[in-house]
């Protein structure tokens, strides 16, 4: 797996914005520390290894500059590391799997390196850093390119938030399952008016998407991003003040497995919960028609319903 490369391609996805020197600073910052592991590797040069980690440093605080940014709309330029670092980490920001290798790069490098200056580093340890850091940028750049997909299309739906409205007026009050179904098809149906031939959506763009849309025509609905608890893991939760639907997403295949293996573990998930509606969302990039099926669970009186393109 080449790491540099999906770092890259992560950058390359996001559209213009203020954010985009300092990622790709970050990027520089990975590939020279990776030159200098090389030379270290070459040369057996020992001090090369801990410059790598100092290159790595460097690459770890610029993500968090532009985390920051983005994230909490914030500008980093006048705020201290040590500030912002604590911001991230403290304000429910970050994403759990994002704050865990927030915490371990922190913990087995960077602070290491940045309070004893005499502190030398071997070959194993600034390939783990460079790993580490690399890692860690990955997933932060998913979650930005999420806020970043979110406002874009939050702001794009606002302008026709009143004609889509109308059209879910129709569904019954108190039906949340109907009404995620129907927010799912409009959805869907917005994606296909606007596609551009060719382009392919990187999950965290879809999610983001879909958490803009739902924002814009449906602000009283509660939706929960990557639910985790006790081993449970689940991809989206919508909430009204008197229900909940789960909704599992998948990206579309012509594989029946893929729905059999969709189903089982949402019923699973619902078994586990106490949950009794659930939606199986099957996407695609170009958007379009969603076809229904409904699929009833009689043993706690529940109801699946998996939406795929036509």
Known sequence: MDLLKILRSKIDI?????????????????ETAYRHLLRGQELEDEAAFTDAIY?????????????????????????????????LSNNNVFRQRVLDQFTNYRKDWRNPSTHDYTLGFDESEAFLAIVSVTAFACLLLDQITEKVSYMQVKTETDSKQTEIQKRLASVEKGDLLRLTTEILREFSHQQAACNVEGFKRSEAQFYGELEGFFASVAPDIEVVREFSRNNIRIDLIISDKSSRVLIEMKRISSR???????????????NLTGIKYAILYLFSDTGGELEIQEHSISDIDGKIIILKPQ
């Open 55 to 87: 290159r790595t440093n460097q690459a770890f605080e610029g993500s968090l500059k532009e985390a920051y940014r983005v994230l909490a709309q914030k500008n980093p330029e006048k705020e201290r590391p040590f500030d912002i670092e604590n911001f």
């Open 14 to 30: 996001l559209q213009e914005g203020d954010y985009i020197l300092g990622l790709q600073a970050v990027l520089l910052h990975i």
């Open 256 to 270: 029946e497995q893929v729905v059999f293996g969709g189903v089982k573990q949402l019923k699973h998930l619902m």
